[in-house]
């Protein structure tokens, strides 16, 4: 199956090319071949992997699983941390903290997106 693509015939691969790193996994290139194979839905499903993962951070922080200790220890361990940053984090609501550990777990939310994209968007793509 191939799919056009500015005129050019463009084969439909997902796979990784072998050497290349890990931050090349997340480039610009990257999702700009993301979003030239798998368009809107594509887009759609970025959106639905952020806004859970985002709900899901929403949801552990309001119930106390999550405080603002917690992420002070964490972006210590990070070295990450800085007296102000404390005096902030002390400061913030459930939203904002909710917020920081939805940017912290970028990494594995890319992970998960590129794994799945495939999956999901395949079967309710249009076929030409």
């Known amino acids: 199956y191939q799919r056009r693509v500015h ?6 691969s997902t796979k ?7 931050a090349g996994a997340f ?5 700009q071949s993301l979003v030239a194979q ?4 594509g887009i759609i ?4 992997v952020y806004g859970g993962t985002f709900a899901g951070m929403y949801g552990v922080t309001r119930m106390g699983l999550l ?3 917690h992420v002070e220890s964490f972006l210590q361990w990070l070295s990450m941390d800085s ?3 404390s005096a902030r984090l002390q400061q913030s609501g459930t939203l904002a903290i909710a917020f920081i550990l939805t940017k912290l777990l ?6 998960f997106f590129f794994a799945t994209v495939p999956l999901v968007v395949r079967p309710i793509q249009p076929t030409k």
């Open 7 to 12: 005129g050019n015939p463009q084969p439909r």
């Open 16 to 22: 990784v090319q072998a050497g290349s790193s890990a």
């Open 27 to 31: 480039s610009a290139a990257r999702v």
């Open 38 to 41: 798998y368009g809107v839905p």
């Open 45 to 48: 499903w970025y959106l639905a």
């Open 67 to 69: 405080t603002p200790d």
């Open 83 to 85: 007296p102000e940053m």
């Open 106 to 111: 970028s990494p594995v939310r890319w992970t």
